[in-house]
């Protein structure tokens, strides 16, 4: 990095030590002003020889690859800014759309923008970290709380970065006209018939990480889902599951019911369930294959939580008023295949309403999820199993169903 002062004349091999921090004075002034010039025309810089075989040939890059091209990201923007290490937004965001440009493979199922942005604000925090005699670091981490903190921070310090910054006080909630722009045209988009479906797409990708900020803040849901609507949508929860945990909800909720659907169901511990009564003799109507493999799933659903031990109010309701507030499903006429219907209800209120149980379940657990709700503690053990097969986590010990293994000798299917 060149360097705006003729070498330093030293004595002993040593510098004045105030020299050394008024220069730094000097270098953070230059900093500023210099990123104040940015343009949106960033060049990514010419990265290392493997790294440029691996875009060239565009395959996706592993997990020890991703981290090399985000250090030779982040040493860039850092050169490029005079050795500031605090880009605003709108640099994160023009760094991060040269790279998806010049290689869109990179930009995986849509929701590569905000992963790679997240990937490259964390490699800052982590320079940033042990950094103990930088001006700049050192104001930044007592503003922010981090170490040596103040006493009280007054409001002129508290200067926002740039846009999506979201401050909530007192239940209000201010955005820059960026974010209003998003809000409008998602309330606009809602209520059209015929949908942008890739639109919608790109803006949900653009809006994740100041959606996290608001529900990590504890927004209401009302509010939230004023600001954006298309979260009630199964296709989006989805979507927005698979951006924070990059796992198709769907299809391992899918494979969930399908595997674990006769063990559960010729378990000892439901043979005495109304559901599984009704199922049995439902079934004696019918003969093909697909409506018999969906009625079991329907009721595999519906079990589930009775299986766990758990309380089946806090899981699905069934041709019952809903009357809990956290997430919970409301499954009129299970198998009646003409005139059956599922709904996720919030806050007692029906969030969406969808067709199959598979997708019921899957936007049951995605709710938990993507809007940060702890689970009632007389559920845990139905969401702690389903968690660990979504995640491809180790089976946990139950002591509830173990104990009624003995009796049934219900079995979990391996996988």
Not at 78 to 93: A, R
Not at 267 to 281: K, R, T
Not at 328 to 349: G, H, M, Q, R
Not at 366 to 376: R, S
Request: hydrophobic share 35%.
């Amino acid at each position: 990095m060149p360097s705006f002062y003729p070498v330093e004349n030293v004595d002993n091999g040593l510098i004045d030590q105030r020299v050394l921090k008024q220069r730094r004075n000097v270098k953070h002034v230059l900093a500023r002003n210099k990123a104040l010039q940015w343009t949106k025309s960033y060049v990514l810089p010419e990265f290392p020889y493997d790294v440029k075989c691996m875009l060239a040939e565009q395959k996706c890059p592993d997990h020890s690859m991703r981290i090399r091209m985000i250090e030779f990201l982040q040493a860039d923007m850092t050169k490029y800014l005079e050795g500031s290490l605090y880009p605003s937004t709108q640099q994160y965001n023009d760094v991060v759309n040269a790279l998806l440009q010049a290689h869109p493979f990179l930009d995986e199922d849509g929701c590569g923008f905000f992963l790679w942005k997240r990937a490259l604000k964390d490699r800052f925090k982590y320079v940033r970290r042990p950094i103990e005699d930088d001006e700049q670091v050192i104001r930044n981490k007592c503003k922010f709380g981090h170490r040596r903190g103040q006493t009280q921070k007054s409001l002129a310090d508290l200067r926002c970065d740039e846009i999506h910054i979201v401050q909530i006080k007192d239940e209000a909630v201010c955005f820059d006209s960026e974010v209003n722009e998003h809000m409008n045209w998602f309330q606009q988009e809602y209520v059209k018939t015929e949908k942008n479906w890739r639109e919608i797409d790109n803006r949900m990708s653009q809006t994740l990480e100041l959606r996290r900020k608001l529900i990590d803040s504890r927004i209401p849901l009302k509010d939230l889902l004023k600001m954006f609507p298309f979260l009630k949508c199964p296709h989006q929860m989805f979507r927005e599951f698979q951006l924070l945990t990059r796992t198709d909800i769907y299809k391992k909720t899918r494979h969930i019911l399908e595997s674990y659907s006769e063990n559960i169901l010729t378990s000892f511990i439901v043979a005495d369930n109304p559901i599984n009564i009704a199922l049995q003799e439902k079934m004696k109507q019918y003969t093909d294959e697909d409506m018999l493999k969906h009625m079991k799933m329907t009721a595999t659903c519906l079990l589930l939580p009775d299986v766990f031990g758990d309380d089946p109010s806090l899981f699905v309701v069934v041709n019952e008023k809903v009357q809990v507030s956290t997430p919970v499903l409301e499954v009129k006429n299970p198998f009646n295949i003409s005139d059956c219907e599922f709904s996720l209800y919030l806050e007692k209120e029906r969030l969406t309403k969808v067709d199959d149980c598979v997708t019921a379940l899957a936007a049951l657990i995605a709710a938990f999820h993507v809007f940060g709700i702890k689970c009632p503690q007389r559920l845990c053990q139905t969401l702690k199993f389903l968690k660990t097969l979504i995640f491809d986590m180790h089976h946990p010990y139950f002591p509830s169903i173990t104990e009624k293994e003995k009796k049934g000798g219900f079995q979990h299917p391996v996988i």
